[in-house]
Nanobody, 120 residues
Framework: QVQLVESGGGLVQAGGSLRLSCAASGRPFSSYAMGWLRQAPGREREFVATISWSGANTYYPDSVKGRFTISRDNAKNTLALQMNSLKPEDTAVYYC?????????????WGQGTQVTVSS
């Protein structure tokens, strides 16, 4: 079992930045890969970023590449997502989850989500 709690969401103007955090507990944090996914109203949950268990490998879709950075601190059991140059289309509920890959089917444990709203 893994418990995940996200924080750091909020309202920001277009072009601004936010940093999301995810605190993990349960199984040893360094034993699994992690990812961030998001879901906007009326849309399917989509992959945002993923990171290997060691942090050595990261993957992003083209929609956020160069603007978002995923990182992890295995000593503190935390995952982060630094989001820069935010756009209104980034507005969504953001989730951290255990797993790796571009499909939400690749992820098993999920946090409750944190809302990110980007105003134009």
């Amino acid at each position: 079992q893994v418990q995940l709690v996200e924080s750091g969401g909020g309202l920001v103007q277009a072009g601004g930045s936010l940093r999301l955090s995810c605190a993990a507990s349960g199984r040893p944090f360094s034993s699994y890969a992690m990812g961030w996914l998001r879901q906007a109203p009326g849309r399917e949950r989509e992959f945002v970023a993923t990171i290997s268990w060691s942090g050595a490998n990261t993957y992003y879709p083209d929609s956020v590449k160069g603007r978002f950075t995923i990182s992890r601190d295995n000593a503190k059991n935390t995952l982060a997502l630094q989001m820069n140059s935010l756009k209104p289309e980034d507005t969504a509920v953001y989730y951290c989850a255990t797993g790796i890959g571009s499909s939400y089917y690749s992820y098993d444990y999920w946090g409750q989500g944190t809302q990110v709203t980007v105003s134009s």
